[in-house]
Nanobody, 129 residues
Framework: QVQLVESGGGLVQAGESLRLSCAAS????????MGWFRQAPGKEREFVAA??????????NYADTVKGRFTISRDNAKNMVYLQMNSLKPEDTAVYYC????????????????????WGQGTQVTVSS
């Protein structure tokens, strides 16, 4: 089994930054896809960012709504994945989840929540205007 725990959420003003962390424990994998998703009240869970270890070149994959503002990264030694969020907007307000699947997902698949096997409990991000 894999346990994922998010942290780093909070209340910030528009234009500020936050860094979310996702700590993984339990089984470890050398090949996997790690994704960040978010869900606002009354809305479906939506893709934010993903990295795929087999193709990892330091560049993640991002939703258009966050491209250029958010950066996904990892620290294998610490079993951590991060989401640096800059220039936050009120529309970024949501519960943010990290998710993992022990396989490299193809383009498009990494944006689908149903493709992920393990999920964290989420961390709330609130951006005030």
């Amino acid at each position: 089994q894999v346990q994922l725990v998010e942290s780093g959420g909070g209340l910030v003003q528009a234009g500020e930054s936050l860094r979310l962390s996702c700590a993984a424990s339990g089984r470890t994998f050398t090949t996997y896809t790690m994704g960040w998703f978010r869900q606002a009240p009354g809305k479906e869970r939506e893709f934010v960012a993903a990295l795929i270890t087999m193709t990892w070149s330091g560049t993640g994959n991002y939703a258009d709504t966050v491209k250029g503002r958010f950066t996904i990264s990892r620290d294998n030694a610490k079993n951590m994945v991060y989401l640096q969020m800059n220039s936050l907007k009120p529309e970024d307000t949501a519960v943010y989840y990290c998710a993992l699947v022990p396989q490299p997902l193809r383009r498009g698949d990494w944006a689908s929540p149903s493709m992920y096997a393990y999920w964290g409990q989420g961390t709330q991000v609130t951006v005030s205007s």
